[in-house]
T-cell receptor, first 113, second 115 residues
């Protein structure tokens, strides 16, 4: 099976712009979670989708949003980018609803200038 | 709410020796799961080992084993016969039964295996 894929792998945006990141989970996986990784804050949970429904949301401002499609692919959007949004964004997929092993993608490196 | 703490920001070990990474956690969940993830320089996060809190037996995966002390809320990772490929960031994480697949991560321990 193909692993979790994330596109694009690298992205440079200007402050104030918006960005959309994409994640394709492993075939058959219905849960997709998103994490932000920064040197200062470490790994922080953004949100999780299961069967197109957002089940959990981390402590991030409303500028961060996401969605999941019927084929389980997920997108996350960040509007009005700030310098502090520069980070590695990781997507993880899982076949089940809870507390299962998650398979991570390679991440999207977002740089905001 | 869950918190995970890794008190060792960096560690090093000689090839073929054994090293133990520490992790403590706190959770209000009645049932929960604990994980160790490895993130090598390539950045791909890989699951090393998984422990279900209601199981008293410590999980093992080849050279990797855990020491799970539930009362002390401690979950350490032991790597035996360390190999150069073990060089990576190691993250301890927890997940609660009522939190879906949401993982709470510790700050990580950077492990360097020296030849």
């Amino acid at each position: 099976k193909a692993g979790v894929t994330q596109t694009p792998r690298y992205l440079i945006k200007t402050r104030g712009q918006q960005v959309t990141l994409s994640c394709s989970p492993i075939s058959g996986h219905r849960s997709v979670s998103w994490y932000q990784q920064t040197p200062g804050q470490g790994l922080q949970f953004l949100f999780e989708y299961f069967s197109e429904t957002q089940r959990n949301k981390g402590n991030f401002p409303g500028r961060f949003s996401g969605r999941q499609f019927s084929n389980s692919r997920s997108e996350m959007n960040v509007s009005t980018l700030e310098l502090g949004d520069s980070a590695l964004y990781l997507c993880a997929s899982s076949p089940h609803a809870a507390t299962d092993e998650q398979y991570f993608g390679p991440g999207t490196r977002l740089t905001v200038t | 709410a869950q918190t995970v703490t890794q008190s060792q920001p960096e560690m090093s070990v000689q090839e073929a020796e054994t090293v133990t990474l520490s992790c403590t956690y706190d959770t209000s969940e009645s049932n929960y799961y604990l994980f160790w993830y490895k993130q090598p320089p390539s950045r791909q996060m890989i699951l090393v080992i998984r422990q279900e809190a209601y199981k008293q037996q410590n999980a093992t995966e080849n050279r990797f084993s855990v020491n799970f002390q539930k009362a002390a809320k401690s979950f350490s990772l032991k790597i035996s016969d360390s190999q150069l490929g073990d060089t990576a960031m190691y993250f301890c994480a927890s997940s609660g039964n009522n939190a879906g697949n949401m993982l709470t991560f510790g700050g990580g321990t950077r492990l360097m295996v020296k030849p």
